[in-house]
């Protein structure tokens, strides 16, 4: 069974650009998740989604923002590039609900760095 | 709010070691907790992942334990190898309905070294 993937894989930007990052979850996952990495705050959850309808949010500003597909498949957009996004962005995905079975699968991570 | 701690921050190890990692958690309300690894800049590993009413769980060489009440977890790894060498994470599923789906706090990890 093929893991979570992301793409692209590696992204350069300007200051002010904008983005979007591309998640596909193993196959039979509805829920998505999606965080960012640094090495100063480490992993900071972003927001999730299930069924195309966003359930849950990180304390991030409005930049940040993302859509869940039909299909589950998920992307992340964030606008108004700083630099300070430059970050691994990483996506999760689960089966679905709060079960405490409930076990998250990540993908290889989009690094973008922001100049 | 969920703090996640991790200790040591590093460890440094001769191969063959017996280890163990520690994760410990301020709010005990959790639906599980993960234990994952990962590689320099590369995604999560899952490694193990304990029910909030199971004390541990095995697999392979690992075996992680949780005492909820405590607000502990730890990780042992088994006469390790140097291809254990990873950053390993603990992250908490919250249990706090709405506000926990698809959510993981994570500590901020400890980066294993084993030389052989």
New interface residues.
């Given amino acids: 069974k093929a893991g979570?993937t992301?793409t692209p894989r590696y992204l350069i930007k300007t200051r002010g650009q904008q983005v979007t990052l591309s998640c596909s979850p193993i196959s039979g996952h509805r829920?998505?998740?999606w965080?960012q990495q640094t090495p100063g705050q480490?992993?900071q959850?972003l927001?999730?989604?299930?069924s195309e309808t966003q359930?849950?949010k990180?304390n991030f500003p409005g930049r940040f923002s993302g859509r869940q597909f039909s299909n589950s498949r998920s992307e992340m957009n964030v606008s108004t590039l700083e630099l300070g996004d430059s970050a691994?962005y990483?996506c999760?995905s689960?089966l679905a609900g709060?079960?405490?079975?409930?076990?998250?699968?990540?993908?290889?991570?989009t690094?973008l760095t922001v100049l | 709010k969920q703090e996640v701690t991790q200790i040591p921050a590093a460890l440094s190890v001769p191969e063959g070691e017996n280890l163990v990692l520690n994760c410990s958690f301020t709010d005990s309300a959790i639906y599980n907790l993960q234990w994952f690894r990962q590689d320099p800049g590369k995604g999560l590993t899952s490694l193990l992942l304990i029910q909030s009413s199971q004390r541990e769980q095995t697999s392979g060489r690992l075996n992680a334990s949780l005492d909820k009440s405590s607000g502990r977890s730890t990780l042992y790894i088994a006469a390790s190898q140097p291809g254990d060498s990873a950053t390993y994470l603990c992250a908490v599923r919250p249990r706090a309905g709405g506000t926990s789906y698809g959510k993981l706090t994570f500590g901020q990890g400890t980066i294993l070294t084993v030389h052989p």
Wanted: hydrophobic fraction near 40%; charged fraction near 15%; glycine fraction near 12%.
């Fill in positions: 979570v992301q829920s998505v998740s965080y480490g992993l959850f927001f999730e989604y299930f359930r849950n990180g691994l990483l999760a689960s709060d079960a405490a079975y409930n076990e998250q699968f990540f993908g290889p991570g690094r």
